[in-house]
């Protein structure tokens, strides 16, 4: 029996070592594989870290690109504008230009009016006539007495003569609108008309016959106004005031049909 025993101690000590030798390799796998494990994890998250850092990299990117595309954009929006103000400038200029020439060609043009109408109506007195120009018009102030009797609207031959020397004037110069004034003096009328109004208009309207009818004037251009005793040129306190208020101004003033046209585009275009 104990030489049985003594056989069999050399397996189990094998058996026994092998067990061992095992276990340990068991143990070194198991710690190895944790360790690949725990490095795996850490690989993992560092894996996720990137990628988020990535992702969140692509977002920056693509704002700046957006920033840049706008940046662009308003690059070539402010362009497209500075170089329409400068055509918008440049079209002022223009017109700026435009209406200083005509206006320069209106004061021309009224000044030649005047010296053609003084040069008509130079036979008569100063104080039975006046040509004179005031805001870009020609004033022609006829005495009350050149042309009528004391209240009355009937025009006197000499001031007929007066006023055909004029209408020849106008004739030539189409391009001319005129408007008759008649003024009287602030004393009361009596008679035939009911008051100084009644009589400043029949005057002016007396007068526009004479040029239309008589004279050929293109009955279009001319207006009739009474202005009574309410435009006075001199005092109503004494004879001499009251007779150079006693007058008809036939006032001239060449068509500005141009110049106005330019004037309403220039409106036009700043209410826009």
């Known amino acids: 029996m104990k030489k049985y025993y003594m056989l069999l101690l050399p397996v189990v000590a094998a058996l026994v070592f092998s067990s061992c030798v095992s276990t340990k390799k068991y143990q070194a796998a198991l710690s190895r594989e944790q360790e690949l494990r725990a490095d795996s994890s ?3 998250s560092q894996i996720a870290q990137l990628n988020s850092r990535i992702t969140n990299m692509e977002g920056e990117n693509s704002r700046l690109i957006k920033q840049i595309d706008d940046a662009m954009k308003n690059a070539k ?3 497209g504008q500075a170089n329409m103000t400068q055509e918008q400038l440049q079209d002022e200029q223009k017109r700026v230009a435009d209406m200083m020439r005509l206006m320069d060609q209106q004061r021309q043009a009224t000044e030649n009016l005047r010296k053609k109408m003084a040069d008509a109506l130079v036979n008569f007195k100063s104080n039975e006539l006046t040509v004179t120009t005031k805001n870009g018009r020609v004033y022609v102030s006829l005495q ?33 609108n005129v408007l008759i004034e008649g003024h009287t003096d602030s004393i009361p009328i009596r008679g035939k008309y009911e008051d100084n109004w009644a009589l400043s208009v029949a ?3 007396s007068i526009v016959r004479i040029l239309t009818d008589a004279y050929g004037v293109d009955p279009t251009r001319v207006t009739a106004a009474g202005r009574s005793k309410f435009e006075p040129v001199d005092t109503n306190d ?17 068509k500005l049909d ?15």
């Not at 007495?145 to 009937?154: E, K």
């Not at 004494?238 to 001239?252: C, D, F, S, V």
């Not at 141009?258 to 826009?272: F, K, R, S, V, Y």
Request: hydrophobic letters at 35%; glycine letters at 6%; proline letters at 7%.
């Open 42 to 44: 850490q690989l993992s």
């Open 203 to 205: 005057r002016a309207t």
């Open 258 to 272: 141009e110049l106005m046209q330019l004037l309403n585009q220039t409106a036009d275009t700043t209410n826009m």
């Open 144 to 176: 009350e007495s050149l042309l009528f009797p004391s209240g009355s609207a009937v025009v006197n031959p000499k001031g007929k003569q007066a006023l055909g020397q004029l209408a020849q004037v106008l004739n030539t110069n189409p391009g001319i």
């Open 238 to 254: 004494t004879p001499e005031g009251r007779a150079h208020n006693r007058r008809t101004e036939i006032i001239l003033e060449p």
């Open 77 to 79: 929006q402010l362009a």
